[in-house]
């Protein structure tokens, strides 16, 4: 169903697809890498952009300083009634990997593959592309009816891949000028490709960097070894230990607070026909590695995770090199459901670690952070309506899903400022976000913006 | 006791310390790191350095191609009798983790420590101090007396710290060359500062890089996490499981061809007064790590050892990246003793990962190498002559000691040249190398050389 005021829009989405594509390269091109302190002006003159832009298309539009990167917020209070605040980020991951790109990074193109055109470049689908699908749709309803059908504001983040420091003291001093009906968030995937998705239950995040220190210095290992500590042992052992034989993760109390799912959840689950053999097949594996007595989708979507994001220790260049390393590091996440306890998981890690290190090692743990698992209230009526505008647009109806993500923002727009979060996106599983060559499809970004249109349309009926 | 010949060879050593020093310099500032392939002409460039300073001595010397770094073969006929070949090697072990260094570790310089003055810069004490310590030694005699006692030739490698690629098949060519009535090997250390070795018996080495491949590329821990096989664990359980809890190895059939000691050697190693708390101290440890109800000194001189010396998987930069590897790896090197067979060692280690690897991960073992054990057989007058020599120069008299390092060279020297060697050198335990700050003792230097003047002295009277 397509109302009239919709179908000049989508005409113009689709007359001007080339236009809103440039502008997604151009904001491609800006290395907006937070977490690493040598793109501190990237990142600067990545929010300046979006203002720019957001400024041209009429909204008030500006850049906020924080003690890290600088927040962009934008408002357009022309349109009537219903207020959303759209959220995403406009940072991305480092790139390394280097060697494995097919091409720069930060010199995107539309390629083609032999599932269709994909946008390729770092941020293409995590997050640049996809906030950029709710951009060019305002733009096209501002370009055909003058004005939005909603109060529409922005807010923009720039360290969503560095641990958002920021992002809590920005809304506890600003959240007034961020208040809405409703947050938009998008920052998510479909289901599957022909079947758009809100995404309702997302897991929560711990994380870690653990530093085992043994000798006072690296040594020769002919001289030392055997009587001497070795940390890249003892690190071993206690990574090793996190698991038990049939995947679960051994750390005390881990559990607790993960729920049961419901029949009826799990019902919904296995009648959307997930196909788990593919899931893993894509990436060359073939058998879960979860959580015994699982499904695939429980361990994605519903269970918690542990997880070595990274390790290394001693001499890892080219050639051989016989020390014994002083040091041996590891970085570790889990992701958190249901009322797990951030803080409750990291000290079952640290205890973990101290129970297992040797008299004469000491460890460090670096980074801690934690934010808890969140779960949508699907009863607010946009919910609906816009689960019915993306159906319009997609070959199938879409789905209410859960996410192995962490996107701890809808956490904070509830518990800050009381407003609850509705997420949709339009990723799919083989974007490599965070990895060598991501992508976009070309198809999620053109779908991506029709369907925002229709949203924007729906959301102007409840 | 100091023969009339001696006493003005050691007054000339004293006189011109400076120079001697000063060469060394030279030697040291060149970058002959021979695993790095971006070192090649450096190593080339010391090969040539060398044959420069033995031709200007009056040896024959000469700079051998090899398809990796050149040999240098020099020889001296006019001394009368007894004929050594004097061996060390003029490559050296990488750099990094260059900030450590306390200066550039190729601009060399004499350094006042509590301890005394030492030569501080890579190669110091491995293995460039150690083998002008006899070059210079050979200077000294020339100057003074016209000609050596006896007749010397000189062997130096440039791909010691790489695995001595060349030198087999050199040695198979040119062997002739080199066969001499004992070989000189100044490659080891002294048993205490004031204690000087003669070392007996040398552990042999295996080594291999393990790479566990998982999934076909790093994946988002978000969305695969829990249910895609994560390499990194995968390594971690296979290193873990290669020690038992009494720090045994576990794999099968190391401890075949591994020799108990015989009591008497156990005697003598016990009157030694070995300070194993100061070892252990002197590098920030205080429990021996290696196998229970072993001392240290068996553990670093006569049992086996099996260590990580690097490992690496996933994001190991500044920040936090929460990928889900798709490539864990580890270097580990196992140092054999008596009749181990490394190429059985090596199979016992692919059948433990083998036996751990889950059936979606593959694995490779990359740049295996094996080299056996080796003791020396004292028989030969010339041990007993060298150890009184030695026993003359320092304050306290010269032990047979065993070395925890593996010097393959001595192995074959007896098996493709039928010759005996006698492992002499003046390291010490702190001289760090193959680490940051590698240092050689001013001392070490200056009465290393006074060693070898008077051990020439003691090889013609035999």
Chains 1, 2 share one sequence.
Not at 257 to 263: D, Q, R, Y
Not at 374 to 387: N, S, V
């Amino acid at each position: 169903m397509t109302s009239d005021a919709v179908t000049p829009v989508l005409a113009h989405v689709d007359a001007h697809l080339d236009e809103s594509l440039e502008r997604l390269m151009g904001l491609l091109r800006l290395q907006s890498i937070s977490t690493d302190p040598a793109f501190k002006a990237a990142c600067d003159k990545t929010a300046d952009w979006l203002v720019e832009e957001l400024a041209e298309m009429g909204f008030d539009a500006a850049k906020h300083p924080t003690t890290g990167h600088p927040m962009v917020v934008a408002h357009d209070d022309e349109g009537e009634g219903f207020h959303v605040l759209f959220y995403g980020h406009y940072d991305v991951q480092p790139v390394d990997p280097l060697n494995l790109w097919n091409r720069d990074p930060f010199d995107p193109a539309v390629e083609e593959t032999p599932a269709g055109k994909v946008i390729r470049g770092r941020g293409a689908a995590d997050d640049k592309g996809q906030l950029m699908t709710f951009v060019e749709a305002c733009r096209a309803w501002m370009a055909v009816h003058g004005t939005l059908p909603i109060k529409v504001s922005m807010f923009f983040e720039g360290e969503e891949e560095s641990g958002s420091p920021s992002l809590i003291p920005y809304m506890e001093a600003y959240g007034e000028d961020l208040k809405a009906d409703i947050a938009l968030i998008c920052d998510t995937g479909m289901f599957d490709p022909q079947t758009p998705a809100i995404t309702t239950a997302l897991r929560g995040l711990a994380k870690l960097e653990l530093v085992i220190t043994g000798p006072n210095k690296d040594l020769h290992s002919g001289m030392f070894g055997g009587a001497a500590r070795n940390p890249a042992h003892v690190l071993s052992r206690i990574l090793a230990d996190l698991h038990d034989e049939d995947g679960a993760c051994t750390l005390e109390g881990f559990y607790d607070g993960v729920p049961e799912l419901s029949n009826a959840q799990k019902a919904q689950w296995e009648n959307l026909g997930f196909d788990a053999d593919g899931f893993l097949g894509g990436v060359g594996l073939s058998v879960p590695a979860g959580e015994k007595g699982r499904s695939v989708l429980e361990m994605v979507w519903s269970r918690p995770t542990c997880e070595v994001n990274g390790m290394t220790s001693g001499y890892t260049g080219a050639g051989f090199k016989t020390v014994l390393p002083s040091k041996a590091s590891a970085k570790v996440s889990f992701r958190l459901v249901g009322t797990q306890d951030p803080q409750a998981v990291l000290k079952a890690f640290e205890a973990h670690v101290a129970a297992r290190i040797p008299k004469d090692c000491s460890f460090q743990l670096l980074d801690t952070e934690g934010s808890p698992a969140t779960t949508m209230e699907i009863d607010h009526p946009a919910f609906e309506a816009a689960r019915q505008a993306l159906s319009d647009e997609w070959p199938k109806p879409a789905a209410f899903i859960g996410c192995g993500g962490s996107i701890p923002i809808a956490g904070y727009f509830q518990k800050l400022l009381g407003m609850d979060s509705m997420l949709i996106g339009f990723g799919n599983d083989d974007d490599q976000i965070h990895s060598p060559n991501e992508k976009y499809d070309l198809t999620s970004y053109h779908k991506g913006i029709r369907s925002w249109v229709r949203v924007l349309d729906a959301l102007s009926e409840i």
